[in-house]
């Protein structure tokens, strides 16, 4: 069952990850290269010459987490009373801890 959770975890991850990628790319930017590490992950892209192609590469990921967040949530709530103890991991861990997840990333924390 650990096995779940990671995998769900780092998928999070790797969502977050790609939607940077993902934006960047719209924006025209080269994509160098995903990292994913144990608490983290990295989208190493061009430059971007704009403030707004910055900030919407920058708000990619999180995008991408809220479109997982926001139907695994309904289906969390749906089958909350489900006594699959996998299925309400795997539900927990995309919905609630997903949010928790974007809404750090929205911190203004410099790296």
């Given amino acids: 069952m650990s096995i779940i959770a990671v995998t769900c975890f780092y998928g999070i991850f790797l969502i977050h990850e790609l939607g940077h990628a993902y934006f960047a790319k719209i924006s025209r930017y080269d994509v160098y ?3 994913l590490y144990p608490i983290h992950g990295i989208c190493r892209v061009e430059m971007p010459d704009y403030d707004y192609d910055f900030g919407m590469i920058a708000l990619g990921g999180v995008i991408f987490q809220s479109i ?3 139907p695994i949530t309904i289906l969390f709530v749906i089958f909350q009373d489900i006594n699959i103890d ?3 991991i795997i539900f927990f ?3 609630p ?14 790296y």
């Fill in 86 to 88: 996998l299925i309400r």
């Fill in 68 to 70: 997982l967040f926001i």
């Fill in 33 to 35: 290269e995903i990292r």
């Fill in 93 to 95: 861990i995309l919905g």
């Fill in 97 to 110: 801890i997903n949010l928790g997840m974007a809404l750090f990333n929205m911190l203004p924390i410099e």
